[in-house]
């Protein structure tokens, strides 16, 4: 069996890799907080786009300023990094503790930033660095019926 735990980086082992891994950078970021195919979706969509797909997981401090709702990340951000690092389509995952990754975008330089479609570009955090940078930015239409927020509310009304 192969394990992906070594997709999981930290912030310096991420530029490093960032530095020494010549291609199509592409950048994402979110909570992930429980996998849904909206989810799988997404980042399948992302990876088509580059060469390489880097998942930018907020910590749970970053995650819980997001006031996505009472008890929520429901999973750690060690649990959370590492289901990510499972997927096929990702090559790397770090967490990122500001309530933005504005300076890990800034740090890394992805040649596309990919966010889903429930973003509006005037939204997106990085991109105007990335696109000044000559990068491009892409928002990827969402999986119709899949959230995690719905996902949370359906399992709460089911107890």
């Known amino acids: 069996m192969v394990s992906t735990a070594g997709k999981l980086?930290?912030?310096e082992a991420a530029l490093a890799w960032r530095r020494d891994t010549p291609g199509v950078l592409v950048f994402t970021?979110?909570?992930f907080d429980l996998?849904?195919?909206g989810h799988v979706q997404y980042l399948e969509a992302a990876r088509a786009l580059g060469d390489y797909l880097l998942v930018a997981v907020n910590s749970d401090r970053s995650a819980r300023g997001l006031e996505k709702g009472p008890g929520r990340p429901i999973a750690d951000q060690q649990a959370r990094a590492r289901v990510v690092a499972a997927l096929a389509a990702v090559d790397r995952v770090v967490l990122f503790d500001e309530p933005t990754p504005r300076e890990l975008i800034a740090a890394l330089h992805p040649d596309v930033l990919v966010k889903g479609g429930d973003y509006a570009y005037s939204a997106m955090v990085g991109a105007e660095q990335v696109e000044a940078a000559g990068g491009?930015?892409?928002i990827v239409p969402?999986?119709?019926g899949y959230s995690t927020t719905s996902l949370v509310e359906h399992c709460r009304a089911a107890t």
Do not use: C, E, Q, Y
């Open 9 to 11: 980086l930290s912030r």
């Open 29 to 31: 970021n979110g909570v």
């Open 35 to 37: 996998l849904h195919p």
């Open 136 to 138: 491009r930015v892409v």
């Open 142 to 144: 969402l999986l119709a």
